[in-house]
Nanobody
Framework: VQLQASGGGLVQAGGSLRLSCAAS????????MGWFRQAPGKEREIVARISSNGFTYRAESVKGRFTISRDNPKNTMYLQMNSLKPEDTAVYYCAAGDPYSGRYYSPSGYVYWGQGTQVTVSS
């Protein structure tokens, strides 16, 4: 699986961005997918995930603001980010992993990674 993330940028607090993750080599509906982020000096953390059967999860810090979705015909995953805050500033990565690994909320449960896209939220 090859993943290509895009859509990052610089936005003011309260603004919105939509990240995209285009996949090739395997259909997204057959794998577990996730968005992670990593801020300078911090560990990579999960932001949201979508399972092979469509179950979604969002971290508590982004609930009510971020939405994860998947377009199967386009084989693309999205992360709609609204009401952005300066603390959302990070490099965002999309990732794909075994749908039966059980390690859905840790980077160790994901095998394939996109290149990362920078999101910067100014105050």
């Amino acid at each position: 699986v090859q993943l290509q993330a895009s859509g990052g940028g610089l936005v003011q607090a309260g603004g919105s961005l939509r990240l995209s993750c285009a996949a090739s080599g395997r259909t997204l509906s057959s794998v577990n997918m996730g968005w992670f982020r990593q801020a300078p000096g911090k560990e990579r953390e999960i932001v949201a995930r979508i399972s092979s059967n469509g179950f979604t999860y969002r971290a508590e810090s982004v609930k009510g603001r971020f939405t994860i979705s998947r377009d199967n015909p386009k084989n693309t995953m999205y992360l709609q980010m609204n009401s952005l805050k300066p603390e959302d500033t990070a490099v965002y990565y999309c990732a794909a992993g075994d749908p039966y690994s059980g390690r859905y909320y840790s980077p160790s449960g994901y095998v394939y990674w996109g290149q990362g896209t920078q999101v910067t939220v100014s105050s």
